[in-house]
């Protein structure tokens, strides 16, 4: 993904090249740098889902379940304990 600073200078580029108008390349700037984010939004989308699958598929415990497990292993020891 882009950088604010790298999409600038290359529109700069572009505007210093008369190839875009100053104007435009406010627009340009902010069009790709929205692109970009919801490029990202939707490759950790993916990434999420995907690791999710294969957890399941693995059928490897979740964080909430391990939490859930020392909490009942350490009621249970306390309870060994009176």
């Known amino acids: ?3 604010k600073e790298k ?6 580029e572009l505007v210093k090249k008369g190839e875009v108008g100053e104007e ?3 627009k340009l700037i ?8 919801k490029g990202k ?8 889902r995907i690791v ?8 490897l415990p979740l964080r909430k379940e391990l939490d859930e497990l020392r909490s009942e ?3 249970l020891k306390e309870k060994l304990d009176k």
Request: glycine letters at 6%; proline letters at 0%; hydrophobic letters at 35%.
């Open 1 to 3: 993904l882009l950088t």
């Open 7 to 12: 999409v600038e200078d290359v529109v700069g």
């Open 24 to 26: 435009e390349s406010k």
């Open 30 to 37: 902010s069009d790709l740098l929205e692109k970009g984010e």
């Open 41 to 48: 939004k939707e490759i950790e989308a993916k990434l999420k």
């Open 52 to 59: 999710e699958d294969i957890t399941a598929e693995l059928d």
């Open 73 to 75: 292993i350490q009621r």
